[in-house]
């Protein structure tokens, strides 16, 4: 027979060997937790409220980026997400809890009475390989994290430019209407003299032109109502808190790189092809996952009868027969079939990814196009006739509602200036977000590539 003390010895050795194998922290589990912690720093600190940046109606675009990166609860809820996904490495590549056993022998009276300790156990490799598994849904869910912060600041970014225009277009109508109503007076004057009792049908139409600029300033203040509600909502602020301090200057443009270095960028840090590469990695360990499947896992544990005397002791131990073999091909199949399907929507991405580049350069190239045109060609064209009709009205050639129409043509053509580059500058906030660009979130963001 083994001797009780060596049996205890043993029962020990195996319920340390357990504990210190949960205790160990694998290092792909700890750069993970480094990479959460670096980033909680900045956004949310243990027990420190978050310092947002203080606006101003002339603080830089980088302000109200950061500020609407901290604020926002969209943010906030991707990075808990990663978080959340980050903490379940640990359950996943750790042995399962023990459990306390009782058993019992019972004839007219209790014979036997064993409580007991039990154990599973599944092999290192398989455990090593869920916690792989779980590492790369956390890198998704790291992407997942990056592509909100990326939406985001593109959001502020469009937001700023919709608000931009609406302020122009608002001083460019109230110039139109400043002329409307000079016309007016002067085509009144006119007629009231004699001195145009042909302008009538003229004077008709600069009044119906009056009446609809004025339906637009309507149509603008409300608009802006709703830009400026959807700017607030950018920055992360709900409908109950105080108005942010608009910003006073348009969002900085910058100039458009051509197709193949946008490329190039894209295929190196969009956030959607990121993510579907963090995808197919996780598919390559949920592979690894299946294949252990075939190892089989393992059962301890140690009863001791309490009535006994002297006191019996009575291990026990299992071990699970992996057998089914059609069932283990299955299981390697279908995760196989996961990751070659996750690599087929990574190269559907890149395809889509290109369309929606080469769309989004040929509006910001027309929208280039359009404001080369009016600088280069429409204006210069325009204050050639304007001067000419006030040459002829100052000698009394020409009447003041043709000069008034001019002038509303000139101003005409800087609204839709205006619009061309709010079209342009939606294109280049769709290109930033493609290709991961600038965004000033420093510490909220990994340098290091995953």
């Given amino acids: 027979m083994i001797p009780y003390r060596i049996i205890s010895l043993a029962s020990v050795a195996v319920v340390a060997a357990a504990f210190s194998s949960g205790c160990r922290t694998p290092s792909y589990e700890k750069r993970a937790r480094d990479d959460v912690a670096a980033i909680a720093r900045n956004l949310r600190p243990e027990g420190g409220a978050v310092e947002l940046p203080v606006l101003a109606s002339a603080s830089p675009a980088s302000d109200y980026l950061r500020f609407a990166l901290l604020k926002h609860p969209q943010v906030e809820a991707a990075f808990y997400e990663w978080r959340a996904s980050v903490e379940a490495i640990t359950p996943a590549r750790s042995q399962p809890d023990p459990k306390l056993t009782f058993e019992a022998d019972i004839a007219d009276m209790v014979m036997t009475a064993m409580p007991g300790l039990m154990f599973d156990f599944m092999g290192w490799g ?61 085509a009144q004057a006119d007629y009231a003299t004699g001195r145009g009792m042909a302008s009538l049908e003229k004077q008709t139409g600069i009044l119906n032109e009056s009446e609809k600029l004025k339906t637009a300033l309507a149509t603008l203040a409300d608009q802006r109502v709703a830009a400026r509600a959807r700017f607030k909502a950018a920055l992360g602020l709900r409908r109950e808190e105080p108005d942010p301090v608009w910003p006073a200057q348009p969002f900085p443009s910058a100039p458009l790189p051509d197709e193949e270095t946008l490329w190039r960028r894209l295929s190196a840090a969009n956030p959607r092809v990121a993510s579907m590469r963090a995808m197919v990695d996780m598919a390559v360990a949920a592979v690894a996952v299946a294949r252990r499947s075939g190892s ?97 009205y100052q000698s009394g050639m020409g009447d003041f509602v043709t000069l008034a129409g001019i002038r509303l043509m000139e101003l005409d053509m800087r ?20 290709v991961a660009g600038d965004v000033p979130a420093d510490g909220l963001l990994l340098t290091s590539s995953k």
């Fill in 126 to 186: 398989k455990r090593a390989a869920m916690g792989r598994e779980a590492t790369a849904a956390g890198a998704v869910a790291y992407r997942d994290y990056v592509t909100t912060v990326l939406t985001t600041a593109t959001a502020v970014r469009k937001a700023w430019v919709e608000l931009a225009y609406i302020e122009e277009a608002v001083a460019l109508r109230q110039r139109s209407a400043s002329v409307l109503g000079q016309s007016v007076e002067m």
């Fill in 296 to 392: 089989p896992d393992f059962t301890a544990g140690l009863m001791a009868d309490l009535k006994a005397d002297p006191l019996m002791v009575r291990p026990s131990a299992t071990m699970t027969l992996p057998i089914w073999r059609d069932k283990i091909a299955a299981a390697i199949a279908s995760a196989d079939a996961r990751r070659l399907a996750a690599e087929a929507r990574l190269d559907a991405e890149r395809i889509a990814m290109a369309a929606e580049l080469a769309q989004m350069l040929f509006m910001a190239r027309e929208a280039d196009r359009m404001i080369a045109y009016i600088d280069a060609a429409a204006l210069p064209n325009i204050e050639r006739a304007l001067a000419s009709a006030e040459g002829g």
């Fill in 415 to 434: 609204l839709e200036q205006a619009a061309a580059r709010r079209e342009r500058e939606t294109a280049l906030a769709d290109i930033s977000l493609l």
